[in-house]
Structure formats: C-alpha cells, structure tokens
C-alpha cells in the first residue's frame, strides 16, 4: 500500500477494538435491513488488520466480508434494488455502481458513510447456483486508547 493509499483511510477516532467490532457488526446489521428480504447472513464475524502504514501497534481498521443469501434466489435483484435506494439515505452516499468483469458480470456497489467512517462494497451474485450478495463492511483507522492494546481475536 502506497503512502496515498492509507491518506485515503478516514481516521474513525480512538475506540477500543471490541468497541470498533460492536460499531461494524451495527453496520453490517443495518446494510442487512436495508435489503428487505428474507434472508440468512453468513458467519464469521469481523476481524482486525492494520491500517494502512500506520504503526500497527496503535492503529486498526476492522473489516467484516459475510455473504447474504435470500431465502428466494429471484430477491438478490430485489435486494440489490433496495439497497441502492438505501445507500443515498442517513448519511449513506453510493460512491459506485457497476458491472465488473467476471463472465456473470456481477453488480457492484460502493457506499461510504462519512459520520460512521464506515465503507461497504456489495456483489451480487444472482446467476450463481445459491444466488447471494458479497458484503465487506470496513471501517476507517481507529486508534487504540493509550495503554490498550489492539486485540487481533
């Protein structure tokens, strides 16, 4: 990652690591109500990285991939259609839409949420045999409280 690459990284204040997760885990909840259909969320849960050339002993970023599978594989359109509508709302701006180059030529959607200093990329994989969406919440850099350590768990 080139000295560019993390000045682009909003700094999301200073938080705990279990705090950062707990702030993470919100957003992935609220992108899942924003798709509006019935459906079920893969596990695991979020994990911590370093955050971009910052001194990884102080600062984190806490990203959370997961996938979303509609109980109906026809409402991964409907909830690409919500989410859409969803991701230009509270605080919410849509960054990025379009099609990339896989022979599915999936849909892709990028959002980032200023306030939160949270970011989501979303695919939808309608055409796959369990049509699903690729969800990645990440959050900007934190920096741990002075005297905390960054818990990697």
Do not use: R
Request: some cysteine; overall charge negative; charged content about 25%.
């Amino acid at each position: 990652m080139s000295d560019d690459d993390s000045q682009k990284i909003p700094f999301a204040g200073t938080a705990s690591t279990d705090d950062a997760v707990k702030a993470v885990k919100a957003v992935s909840s609220q992108i899942f109500d924003f798709a509006g259909v019935p459906a079920k969320a893969s596990e695991p849960g979020p994990g911590v990285s370093a955050c971009g050339d910052k001194d990884p002993e102080k600062y984190f970023q806490v990203y959370h991939p997961w996938n979303f599978q509609p109980n109906s594989g026809a409402d991964t359109a409907v909830a690409m259609k919500h989410l859409k509508e969803k991701l230009n709302t509270g605080g919410w701006v849509l960054k990025d839409e379009y099609y990339d180059n896989s022979p599915n030529k999936n849909l892709n959607l990028v959002a980032d949420n200023d306030a939160k200093k949270m970011s989501v990329s979303i695919v939808e994989y309608g055409k796959n045999d369990h049509p699903s969406l690729g969800i990645n919440v990440i959050s900007g850099c934190y920096q741990v409280p002075d005297g905390k350590t960054i818990n990697h768990s």
